[in-house]
């Protein structure tokens, strides 16, 4: 449920109202906009007397929200949530490009990746060191070293770090990571959101391979309901029956999640199509379809990648795809 108050609302009054619904057991999510305040209700609000509410003095409107996600609802907070995300701003018109290898590989391979993104334009380091892979016979990642060489990345670049966790177990060792990652195939995993949800990291969320645009917005809300609203959406593509492509890029999912949530949207061009060919064309329609933000993979020797190498970029193409978007985003 969500109360507008009227501007004439004082700071007191505020206060009293939000004081009360909390002894009610309600947990109240304030969202201080220009022109009035927005009180989001969430709990039970089934002994809410609606009508009691919309004859206070403050009180401009009240609403039920019917969907089944309250606090990533773009109705509950009608501003643009920003990310902070170890410096670097996502939403609310900040823009950010995080690139880097599918894998952290070694401490080369790395470290000069991370200077060359850097150099083109990227605001942000990726870098998988738990790999979700297919088989498991495929490399599985360095796992905790490699975070260590992220994080060494990060001391020698200034890049805060995005990389990937898998199982919530694992947390303590991202203490120094800026954006934990939840992946697609663990989407739905809904012990390590919750888990995710009890910290304050920023948190990057990718779509399923098939999840609707709902179940993406109800697994935001698991970390929400935990009290972490640090959460970055990406659109990463989905499986259809399409094969020349990975995936199929739901571009218009990045403007119809900017109409039904606050978070910041962002579109991974390279798990969407797995071609290196076709990220240049998907980052600058992406950003013109209004994302936040951009993750690609960039590979020193895309064709001796551990993993993803098909849709990795060379540090050369990776500066002709961030000159491309600064293009778009300068004529937006
Ligand atoms: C990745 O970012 O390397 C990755 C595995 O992405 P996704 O979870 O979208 O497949
Ligand atoms: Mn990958």
């Given at each position: 449920m969500i109360a507008v108050l009227k501007n004439s609302a004082t700071e007191d009054q505020i206060k009293g109202l939000i004081n009360w619904f909390e002894s009610t057991g309600l947990r109240v999510n304030e969202s201080h906009g220009e022109f009035c305040t927005v009180l989001g209700l969430v709990g039970d609000t089934t002994r809410v007397d609606i009508e009691m509410l919309r004859g206070l003095d403050i009180v401009e409107s009240v609403t039920?929200?019917?969907?089944?996600?309250?606090?990533?609802?773009?109705?509950?907070?009608?501003?643009?949530?920003?990310?902070?995300?170890?410096g670097v701003k996502i939403g609310g018109g900040h823009f950010a490009i995080m690139a880097g290898p599918c894998s952290v590989e070694s401490r080369e391979q790395i470290i000069e990746t991370a200077k060359a993104v850097k150099a083109a334009g990227a605001t942000l380091l990726r870098g998988g060191a738990f790999k979700p892979r297919t088989s498991p016979y495929d490399f599985q990642g360095m796992k905790e070293e490699g975070i260590k060489l992220l994080v060494e990345a990060k001391k020698e670049t200034g890049l805060p770090i995005v990389t990937e966790i898998m199982n919530p177990d694992h947390l303590p060792l991202f203490e120094d990571v800026d954006v934990i990652q939840v992946g697609a195939r663990n989407m739905q995993n809904f012990e390590l959101l919750k888990e995710l949800g009890k910290t304050k990291k920023p948190i990057l969320l990718k779509r399923g391979l098939s999840a609707t645009l709902k179940e993406l917005l109800m697994s935001a809300e698991y970390i929400m309901s935990e009290g972490n609203e640090n959460i970055i959406l990406c659109e990463r593509g989905i499986r259809t029956y399409e094969t020349y492509t990975r995936n199929t890029f739901d571009l218009s999912a990045i403007p119809m999640l900017k109409e039904l949530t606050h978070l910041p949207v962002v579109a991974d061009p390279s798990h969407a199509t797995g071609k290196a060919s076709l990220i240049k064309p998907m980052a600058m329609?992406?950003?013109?379809?209004?994302?936040?933000?951009?993750e690609i993979e960039v590979h020193p020797n895309p064709s001796k990648a551990l993993s993803d190498g098909a849709q990795s970029l060379t540090f050369d193409q990776f500066t002709d795809v961030a000159e491309a978007v600064a293009k778009v985003r300068s004529i937006l």
């Open positions: 039920r929200i019917s969907e089944p996600f309250k606090m990533a609802n773009r109705k509950f907070h009608p501003e643009d949530t920003v990310v902070d995300c170890g329609a992406a950003t013109a379809a209004g994302a936040a933000g951009l």
